[in-house]
T-cell receptor, first 113, second 119 residues
Framework: DQQVKQNSPSLSVQEGRISILNCDYT??????FLWYKKYPAEGPTFLIS?????DKNEDGRFTVFLNKSAKHLSLHIVPSQPGDSAVYFC????????????FGTGTRLKVLA | EPEVTQTPSHQVTQMGQEVILRCVPI?????FYWYRQILGQKVEFLVS????????KSEIFDDQFSVERPDGSNFTLKIRSTKLEDSAMYFC?????????????????FGPGTRLTVL
């Protein structure tokens, strides 16, 4: 099941620069997309989401962009901080009685001081 | 800030034994979920639960698994006879409501997880 893919397993960025994390999906029925951040031995922490009717959503340093025609989602973090170092998962929501989430494999972001 | 809690943080059990993983969802949430993550793999959906019944379950959620909301606050996942391949992190999540498609009330908030080790 490869409906949600994060092709970059890791990313290193200098503190203060922009981090761009990417996510591709295959199912055009997905209607809600989310980014979660995860530290080791902790649960996924919700970061930001976007409905399929929008193409951008911003919350402080975090912006999510959705390109439905390309079935592509990205998370921009500006400026990146060392505390942002974590694994980032994108998730897509599919309604089938309830909204189950389908997760990507994650991208490990390392922000270098 | 309200959060989902899970106990225990780590459970070690022998193959064939029953385990119960416990979760306390956020208090005003109505929809409850279990996910798991085998080491090095994706977070995978197991089951969703609403109004005291299962709404949807994945193919992973076979007859060995069951869920229950025994009282107004706890939500449990039981594995009747554990197998080695059940070793994973198990995450509980809850959401406020379904709302309309793709609204913020659909957002699922996750607990810290229970690491299950089957020997």
């Amino acid at each position: 099941d490869q409906q949600v893919k994060q092709n970059s397993p890791s990313l290193s960025v200098q503190e203060g620069r922009i981090s761009i994390l990417n996510c591709d999906y295959t199912n055009s029925m997905f209607d809600y997309f989310l980014w979660y951040k995860k530290y080791p031995a902790e649960g996924p922490t919700f970061l930001i989401s976007i409905s399929s009717i929008k193409d951008k959503n911003e919350d402080g340093r975090f912006t999510v962009f959705l390109n439905k025609s390309a079935k592509h989602l990205s998370l921009h973090i500006v400026p990146s901080q060392p505390g942002d170092s974590a694994v980032y998962f994108c998730a897509a929501s599919l309604y089938s009685g309830t909204y189950k989430y389908i997760f990507g494999t994650g991208t490990r972001l390392k922000v270098l001081a | 800030e309200p959060e989902v809690t899970q106990t225990p943080s780590h459970q070690v059990t022998q193959m064939g034994q029953e385990v119960i993983l416990r979760c306390v969802p956020i208090s005003n949430h109505l929809y409850f979920y279990w996910y798991r993550q085998i080491l090095g793999q994706k977070v995978e959906f197991l089951v969703s639960f609403y109004n005291n019944e299962i709404s949807e379950k994945s193919e992973i959620f076979d007859d060995q698994f069951s869920v229950e909301r025994p009282d107004g606050s706890n939500f449990t996942l039981k594995i009747r006879s554990t197998k080695l391949e059940d070793s994973a992190m198990y995450f509980c999540a809850s959401s406020e409501a379904l709302g309309t498609s793709g609204t913020s009330t659909d957002t699922q908030y996750f607990g810290p997880g229970t690491r299950l080790t089957v020997l």
